[in-house]
């Protein structure tokens, strides 16, 4: 008898304080561990510019290291304010800097998962493999 082995998508969803007081290495490290279990991140929340570079920059070195690696996928949607009124904009603007960059999401998944990110303005649409 042949064993089939059905694998489903998992869908990680982590708060921002999961990784808020880590540095920029610890906070890569811990994404990396899930990406490479196969995993989708849904984050609250998004990384700085310079940790979605290092991201991407430790990903292309795995990607000959790593057996089946091919990188990963990465989008964020966040609220837009530019064509909100003053006070709106006011708003957001404080809501920013209280909260910081929390209103955002990032989805972060392995390429051998996600086929392909979509992202208007309004929406974000993951294809899967």
Do not use: C
């Not at 279990?37 to 990384?47: H, S």
């Not at 510019?49 to 990188?71: A, V």
């Amino acid at each position: 008898m042949k064993k089939t082995s059905i694998k489903g998508l998992t869908l990680h969803f982590m708060p921002y304080s999961e990784i808020a007081k880590l540095d920029t290495v610890e906070r890569i490290k811990k994404l990396l561990k899930i990406i490479l279990d196969n995993k989708v991140i849904v984050l609250q929340g998004k990384l700085k510019p310079e940790e979605e570079t290092r991201l991407i920059e430790d990903t292309m070195i795995m990607i000959g290291n790593i057996k089946g690696f091919k990188g990963v996928e990465l989008a964020v949607i966040s609220p837009d304010s530019e064509n909100a009124g003053f006070f709106d904009k006011m708003k957001f603007g404080l809501a920013k800097a209280l909260v910081g960059q929390q209103a955002a999401i990032t989805v972060i998944g392995p390429a051998t998962v996600v086929k392909e990110m979509k992202r208007d303005p309004r929406k974000l649409e993951v294809m899967m493999r």
